[in-house]
Nanobody, 125 residues
Framework: VQLQASGGGLVQPGGSLRLSCEISGLSLHYYAIAWFRRAPGKEREGVSCIAPSNGGTYHVDSVKGRFTIARDNAKNMAYLQMDSLKPEDTARYYC???????????????????WGQGTLVTVSS
């Protein structure tokens, strides 16, 4: 499986970014897709996830109401719309695709097997 995240950059606080993830090497229909991030000096944490079946979405509390996750199985793509960005959102963002429940991906019970290079998001004035 190959994971290519893109769309990161420098944005001012309160601004928006849309991250994209191109996933190849598997059929997305059966996979949960999750976004993780690693801030400088911190451990990688799960941010948002979208389930394969009903498309249910899950977000950690720190991004609820600000981030939206979406998927397009036909295009093998996933997206993370990030609004009202804060300096604490600064991190390298990674996408993953796993045969696992979103809850277990986001709480760290299941560790994704592939990460890709990620894309850097910097929120600063």
């Amino acid at each position: 499986v190959q994971l290519q995240a893109s769309g990161g950059g420098l944005v001012q606080p309160g601004g928006s970014l849309r991250l994209s993830c191109e996933i190849s090497g598997l059929s997305l229909h059966y996979y949960a897709i999750a976004w993780f991030r690693r801030a400088p000096g911190k451990e990688r944490e799960g941010v948002s996830c979208i389930a394969p079946s009903n498309g249910g979405t899950y977000h950690v509390d720190s991004v609820k109401g600000r981030f939206t996750i979406a998927r397009d199985n036909a295009k093998n793509m996933a997206y993370l719309q990030m609004d009202s960005l804060k300096p604490e959102d600064t991190a390298r963002y990674y996408c993953t695709a796993e045969l696992a429940p979103c809850s277990q991906l986001l709480n760290g019970y299941i560790r994704p097997s592939s990460w890709g290079q990620g894309t850097l998001v910097t929120v600063s004035s």
